[in-house]
């Protein structure tokens, strides 16, 4: 229950590092009492809520390749994905250099393998078994690695080229659009890819067959599509103003669009647990949809009013008339950089953090949300568990 639900800030462990730790993108939770975090200046974190330490994980040096990668005047976008393999041994999250994806041993973190092929920023990763990854790119491509076992001597690196053809297994380049997100659902083996294409689309893909296109499902809704999470009946994607929910196994796959409050803020983060989906915003609210009664739950507990006049009975609780219960979480203040944008443009503001990720543990009791400012320019960063 949201309501239920208790704020436990952890942003300030962060000064703890040295340097700033600017905008938290990617959190995977490593086992029962660890959690991953990916963040835009390239450090992949540690939170250890047992002992309550955070620490930066080391990245292997970025490898030699062929071709330079993409240079853009907006830098390096770091970490966008930690997705850890289901046998619990491997975590695959962005390189040193942003367009890789490094492959590292647990617990130890010790380097496994750097997966170098794309030439523009990795987006999403997804494992499809314990040694086979497939990654998303916003150079249009998607590709396909076969892990080494870890301690196994393999090459530091591998490396990939484009694939001949369409249709042909390796790098694909035939979306015509970005390569938001990747998903993967052991459940019903579906491996989802989320495009940006001129009219937005999600592809089913086939992981056997060479990432062969098995259908490609239209969005209705297809302005800022950054998010995706599926399970093995629905597929949830967010937008500026909705979250689209989608069944692969109809004819027609649109189910509903569950329009956020918070719609000219955008869907930046999209969970599906059980009956309950769960989307942050942009202005750093959280909310919780039923999937089964179909409506918003509430985030505090109900009032009532026991003295109000017209009641024959004081004893008989009654909502109060003019209250309604507040259906999001806020995120807590963080951290924000005070730099010269700041400044400029939002100094004495109050500046909320975008709620880019979160996600619950296994037992549904904690979930852990991260994010930072979502004006570009603007650094700053939130961390935190509900519990």
Request: hydrophobic share 40%; net charge neutral.
């Amino acid at each position: 229950m949201p309501a239920l639900l208790h704020e436990q800030e952890v942003t300030a462990k962060a000064g703890s590092l040295g340097g700033q730790v600017d905008k938290a993108f990617a959190v995977a939770w490593q086992d029962d009492t660890r959690l991953l975090v990916g963040t835009k200046c390239n450090k992949l974190l540690q939170w250890d809520t047992a002992a309550g330490s955070l620490r930066s994980v080391p990245l292997p040096a970025a490898p030699p390749r062929q071709h330079a990668p993409l240079e853009t005047i907006w830098g390096s976008c770091g970490i966008h994905t930690v997705a850890v393999n289901p046998a619990g041994d491997m975590v695959a999250t962005g390189g040193s250099e942003p367009s890789d994806c490094a492959v590292l041993r647990l617990p130890d973190f010790q380097p496994v393998q750097t997966l170098v092929g794309h030439q523009d920023w990795l987006f999403g990763a997804a494992w499809v078994s314990d040694r086979h990854l497939v990654t998303g790119s916003r150079d249009q491509c998607v590709a396909l690695w076969s892990l080494p076992e870890a301690g196994s001597g393999a090459a530091e690196a591998q490396y990939q080229e484009a694939a001949p053809k369409p249709g042909a297994a390796g790098l694909q380049r035939k979306f015509e659009g970005k390569v938001r997100d990747v998903k993967y659902d052991f459940a019903s083996c579906r491996l989802a890819a989320l495009s940006t294409e001129p009219q937005g689309c999600v592809k089913l893909l086939d992981a056997a067959r060479g990432l062969r296109t098995v259908r490609t499902l239209q969005l209705q809704h297809t302005k800022e599509l950054v998010c995706m999470e599926q399970r093995a009946d629905l597929l949830a994607v967010g937008s500026m103003g909705h979250v689209q929910l989608l069944d692969p196994r109809r004819r027609n796959p649109e189910v509903r669009a569950v329009a956020s409050p918070d719609d000219n803020q955008g869907v930046r983060s999209v969970q599906l647990t059980d009956h309950l989906l769960s989307f942050g915003t942009g202005r750093g609210k959280l909310f919780f949809w039923d999937l089964r009664a179909g409506g918003f739950v509430p985030t505090e507990t109900a009032r009532f009013d026991y003295g109000s006049g017209g009641l024959h009975c004081k004893l008989a609780p009654q909502p109060a008339a003019a209250w309604a219960p507040r259906q999001h979480l806020q995120l807590g203040s963080g951290l924000v950089q005070k730099n010269d944008l700041y400044w400029e443009h939002f100094a004495g503001m109050d500046v909320k953090h975008a709620c880019y990720a979160h996600l619950w543990d296994a037992s549904r009791t904690r979930l852990f949300v991260c994010g930072g400012p979502l004006a570009f320019g603007l650094a700053g960063c939130y961390m935190a568990v509900w519990h």
